[in-house]
C-alpha cells in the first residue's frame, strides 16, 4: 500500500525557514524520481522542486536559491529545506512521484506570515 507522508510544516515569520520531510512507503522509493508541489488556497496545485534517482534537481523559478530537496533513499525520505520564506510560499506542501503521480498524502500547512 502507497503511503506518503508529509511532515515538518508551521507557522513562521517572513525571512524564516523550516524544513520539511516526507516518508514514503510502499513503493521502490530509490528508483522513483520525486518531486514537493505546493497548492495555495483557490489555486492549482504547482510543482515546486524534483529529485531525479541520480541526485540532480530542478526547481520552479520562484524558489530557485531559497529552498533545496534532497533525498535519503536508505530511510525512505525527501526532504525540502525552505529558507527566506516569503509570505507567497503560504500553502499546503504534499510530496509525490515527479511522474506518474501516486496517490497524494495529507500534505502539511506552511504559513509565513508576521
Known amino acids: 500500500q502507497v503511503q506518503l507522508v508529509e511532515s515538518g510544516g508551521g507557522l513562521v515569520q517572513p525571512g524564516g525557514s523550516l524544513r520539511l520531510s516526507c516518508a514514503a512507503s510502499g513503493i521502490p522509493f530509490s528508483i522513483y524520481d520525486m518531486a514537493w508541489y505546493r497548492q495555495a488556497p483557490g489555486k492549482q496545485r504547482e510543482l515546486v522542486a524534483d529529485?531525479?534517482?541520480?541526485?540532480?534537481?530542478n526547481y520552479v523559478d520562484s524558489v530557485k536559491g531559497r529552498f533545496t530537496i534532497s533525498r535519503d533513499n536508505a530511510k525512505r525520505t525527501v526532504y525540502l529545506q525552505m529558507n527566506s520564506l516569503k509570505p507567497e510560499d503560504t500553502a499546503v506542501y504534499y510530496c509525490?512521484?515527479?511522474?506518474?503521480?501516486?496517490?497524494w498524502g495529507q500534505g502539511t500547512q506552511v504559513t509565513v506570515s508576521s
Open positions: 509525490n512521484r515527479k511522474r506518474p503521480l501516486l496517490t
Open positions: 529529485i531525479h534517482t541520480s541526485g540532480s534537481t
